[in-house]
């Protein structure tokens, strides 16, 4: 196709060496997928289970996601907690029930973390915790 002025288009076709104009004999095309196995070669029960693939690989990231979600809900809520006793301490109002309350959260979501490094910081939280308790109980008995 050339376009020689706005508005004008016309068909240049497309030439091989030797100066012939290129085109297929009718027919030629299905005989080339006749040869080689062309569409015929896919059948439907591979289609169907490349769709099932892929259905299986979204549900698996569905349900990562959601174990992400719920991982990144416990950290907020042991966040809120530490920052809780931060400001307690600052104010000199902590109590030991909000240490305990502290120990006694990660003791819950401990079971539910598979990442042994978090397991490890989660082991540092709750004992730093209970050795507070424990200093909290001397001191006012």
């Known amino acids: 196709m050339k376009i020689d002025q706005p508005g004008q288009v016309r068909s240049t076709g497309a030439t091989r060496p030797g100066g012939k104009t290129a085109g297929a004999k009718p027919g030629e095309f299905q005989k080339f997928l006749d040869q080689t196995g062309g569409a015929s070669g896919v059948s439907a029960g591979q289609a169907l289970g490349s769709v099932d693939a892929l ?6 990231d569905t349900v990562d996601d959601q174990g992400k979600r719920q991982a990144f809900q416990r950290g907020e ?10 400001h307690a301490l600052l104010g000199g109002t902590l109590s030991v029930q ?14 539910t ?11 540092e939280i ?10 909290m109980s001397q001191g006012s008995s």
Do not use: F, G, T
């Open 55 to 60: 259905l299986a690989a979204q549900s698996v």
């Open 77 to 86: 809520d042991i966040l809120d907690r530490l920052e809780e006793i931060r």
């Open 98 to 111: 909000q240490v305990q309350n502290l120990a006694a959260l990660v003791r819950s979501k401990r079971a």
């Open 113 to 123: 973390i598979a990442d042994p490094r978090m397991r490890e910081v989660l082991d």
């Open 126 to 135: 709750e004992l730093r915790a209970e050795v507070e308790i424990a200093k």
